[in-house]
């Protein structure tokens, strides 16, 4: 979802000579055999929603083939695996409500960030924009994988009974989150300007952003354990 924003949202135009293969402002380490120019003038805001849409199909379609693959198709359409069962709508309920309530506190603190940050101009607002949804999201994403791989290990050991594998799941995901963190901690600390060189050349939110990249490289190992342990 990052990179399609990144590739449909922005105007991008790449040069390719013989001596130099340029992408908007960025000179790319190797050049090409072929030699022109291509430009593309960003989609905005549709652009955002067209990359949105796509990456959750790409999703949608990867974890339809694996079921399909799995349990094959025929009883997938079958109506009796659709039924409602009290019991586990229950216990749906039980472990869903937590973890939506959290995504919903989540987005309303977003939601109440990014009216504050709008008061500082839109310089500002375009700078967390990129930051949070653009440089950072790389990292989220990580984490979040984590989480969910940490998550599924974990409740397997608790549905057997073994709370001392369960326990353990969740320190091995966090120490393996960590050092990937770190890395990206690391990224943002020394090199804030050229990652949100990838998605701006404006000198006033480059500097904002860049200057919120930095910040968030010390957040960057909280971050692992809160969501993963979460």
Known sequence: ??????????????????????????????????????????????????????????????????????????????????????????????????????TFLYAAVGVVLTKIIAGFGQDALGAYGIGFRGVEGLSFMVVLGFGVATGTVAAHAVGAGDLARARAAGHVGVGM?????????????????????????????LKIAAGYIATMAFCQLPQAAEMVYG
């Not at 949202?9 to 050049?31: I, K, R």
């Not at 943002?188 to 701006?200: I, K, M, N, Q, S």
């Open 177 to 205: 989150c960590a050092v990937v963190m770190a890395l990206t901690a690391t990224a943002f600390f020394f090199w804030p300007e050229a990652l949100v060189g990838l998605f701006t050349d404006d000198p006033a939110t």
């Open 1 to 102: 979802n990052t990179l399609l924003n990144w590739l449909l949202v922005l105007p991008h135009e790449l040069v390719s000579t013989a001596e130099a293969l340029t992408w908007g402002s960025q000179t790319l380490p190797f050049t090409l055999p072929w030699h022109g120019q291509l430009s593309f003038g960003g989609w905005g805001v549709e652009g955002a929603a067209t990359a949105t849409g796509c990456s959750r199909m790409c999703s949608a379609l990867v974890g339809f083939t694996i079921m399909v693959r799995r349990h094959r198709l025929l009883s997938l359409v079958k109506l009796g695996s659709y039924r409602l069962r009290s019991k586990v709508v229950r216990e749906i309920l039980r472990i869903g409500l937590p973890a939506g309530s959290s």
